[in-house]
T-cell receptor, first 116, second 115 residues
Framework: GAGVSQSPSNKVTEKGKDVELRCDPI?????LYWYRQRLGQGLEFLIYFQGNSAPDKSGLPSDRFSAERTGESVSTLTIQRTQQEDSAVYLC??????????????FGPGTRLLVL | AQTVTQSQPEMSVQEAETVTLSCTYD???????LFWYKQPPSRQMILVIR??????QNATENRFSVNFQKAAKSFSLKISDSQLGDTAMYFCAFMTPNRDDKIIFGKGTRLHILP
């Protein structure tokens, strides 16, 4: 596809269950970002992948959150033992590597997670 | 630390009016990029406009323009002839190139265009 895609678009789960959220970046984009957006709030940075460099995990709120990325393609955000406060929209974005570009990010439609 | 501040949590204007959204940022860097993103109720984030710090000329995209004041570290967005479809959250964002490429977002301004 032409844009960033995310799946599922909506996820309802029970407290304590694990969830996996998927992001397919734009082909050729080496940088990939995950954000959390609580209802009516701004974007909260979670994690950032750039090429083969070690990811920047500085935004992950707890050790229940983890993310993986295979090469420069798909990324999966995993939340273990979900809590009600994890309910939010999880947005993924990708961008070209810095050199020669303006660094603008392109966002997916997000996954709305509801933890009951 | 680099920060982005949007001091207006919410604004409302009548259709066809001009509205200005404020944004200030803090950095010790001299070269950087600034962005305005729009997030309509559909929640899809859309890049509205971007500005390179080394360019003195303010960026313009149709009805959207910025007032970039580098010395004051200010980057406001002006929407002219506002339309109902402009109703959205607007986020100001900042990035330093050749560092970690991580974009820092402000907390957003919710803009309502009234008919």
């Amino acid at each position: 596809g032409a844009g960033v895609s995310q799946s599922p678009s909506n996820k309802v789960t029970e407290k304590g269950k694990d969830v996996e959220l998927r992001c397919d970046p734009i082909s050729g984009h080496t940088a990939l970002y995950w954000y959390r957006q609580r209802l009516g709030q701004g974007l909260e940075f979670l994690i950032y992948f750039q090429g083969n460099s070690a990811p920047d995990k500085s935004g992950l709120p707890s050790d229940r959150f983890s993310a993986e990325r295979t090469g420069e393609s798909v990324s999966t955000l995993t939340i273990q033992r979900t809590q009600q406060e994890d309910s939010a929209v999880y947005l993924c974005a990708s961008s070209l590597a810095w050199s020669g570009t303006s660094g603008a990010q392109y966002f997916g439609p997000g996954t709305r997670l509801l933890v009951l | 630390a680099q920060t982005v501040t949007q001091s207006q949590p919410e604004m409302s204007v009548q259709e066809a009016e001009t509205v200005t959204l404020s944004c200030t940022y803090d950095t010790s860097e001299n070269n950087y990029y600034l962005f305005w993103y729009k997030q309509p109720p559909s929640r899809q984030m859309i890049l509205v406009i971007r500005q390179e710090a080394y360019k003195q000329q303010n960026a313009t995209e149709n009805r959207f323009s910025v007032n970039f004041q580098k010395a004051a570290k200010s980057f406001s967005l002006k929407i002219s002839d506002s339309q109902l479809g402009d109703t959205a959250m607007y986020f100001c964002a900042f990035m330093t190139p050749n560092r970690d490429d991580k974009i820092i977002f402000g907390k957003g301004t919710r803009l309502h265009i009234l008919p």
